[in-house]
């Protein structure tokens, strides 16, 4: 079997993220409808000209990130929950500092478990009482801060999450690599930084920062909460959704 030509490779970077971008293409542009079925791995690996495990990687990053779901019976189809309007970029923001060659570090500064609705913590998602796994993290560029992130994550959905160290991997790169989505939410606003958030970005106080509040969701079923926060002149946010590096 020849290759379709509806699925291009672009030749940049390893293959199962070539494959990616090319199935992605094909939903984006309409060939393949909400809840219709894809081409089956052992198709794809065909098409492709690859190994079953290539292509499997390539899926299973799809339906992780919420464009196409897996069952065993009716095979590979494309999300329900799928929107194709993308607002900003949900993605690691050690990605955006690896691609700048720059030196990325996080240091945890607290974890915990706290209750919804207690402490003046109230995440209108989930019910009052609803336990929730408390973050807050501080992201560096060759040793400055560029994000504040606090974070809560509906424990009671994913206990797993309480044996996580977060040790090898940030809390927003483990969740985006181990729990899928179908559903975000985003609100920006800008702030002044107060005494408190300047010492922590390190940063003068009052000076401009941008705000980001994302909720996500996996058919209707609340992920996460995160609050970010960047300094103003030392991060920025692309919200262009390209199919040449596969990123939202």
Do not use: D, M, Y
């Given at each position: 079997m020849q290759k379709p030509p509806s699925f291009v490779l672009d030749g940049q970077g390893p293959l199962f993220k070539q494959i990616g971008r090319a199935v992605t293409e094909q939903i984006l542009k309409g060939r393949y409808k909400q809840g219709e079925r894809l081409p089956s791995e052992a198709e794809l690996t065909t098409i492709f000209d690859t190994s079953r495990q290539t292509v499997n990687k390539?899926?299973?990053?799809?339906?992780?990130?919420?464009?196409?779901?897996?069952?065993?019976?009716?095979?590979?189809?494309?999300?329900?929950?799928?929107?194709?309007?993308?607002?900003?970029?949900?993605?690691d923001v050690s990605d955006e500092l690896e691609q700048n060659n720059q030196i990325y570090e996080y240091r945890i500064i607290e974890r915990k478990v706290i209750t919804n609705g207690k402490g003046g913590i109230t995440w209108g998602a989930l019910p009052a009482g609803a336990n929730l796994l408390y973050l807050e993290t501080i992201h560096l560029a060759d040793g400055l801060p560029v994000q504040l992130e606090t974070r809560y994550i509906n424990f009671d959905a994913f206990p797993e999450v309480e044996h996580e160290t977060f040790a090898e991997r940030s809390p927003s790169k483990w969740l985006l690599e181990n729990i899928p989505w179908s559903e975000v939410d985003h609100t920006v606003r800008a702030t002044n930084a107060s005494a408190e958030l300047a010492n922590k970005l390190g940063v003068k106080v009052g000076a401009a920062c941008l705000v980001v509040d994302r909720q996500t969701f996996h058919r209707g079923k609340p992920i996460t909460f995160v609050h970010l926060i960047y300094p103003g002149d030392r991060f920025s946010i692309k919200g262009k959704f390209s199919l040449a590096n596969g990123e939202e």
């Open positions: 390539a899926i299973s990053e799809l339906a992780k990130h919420g464009l196409v779901e897996r069952n065993r019976r009716a095979g590979t189809v494309v999300s329900w929950q799928f929107q194709e309007r993308f607002i900003l970029p949900l993605r």
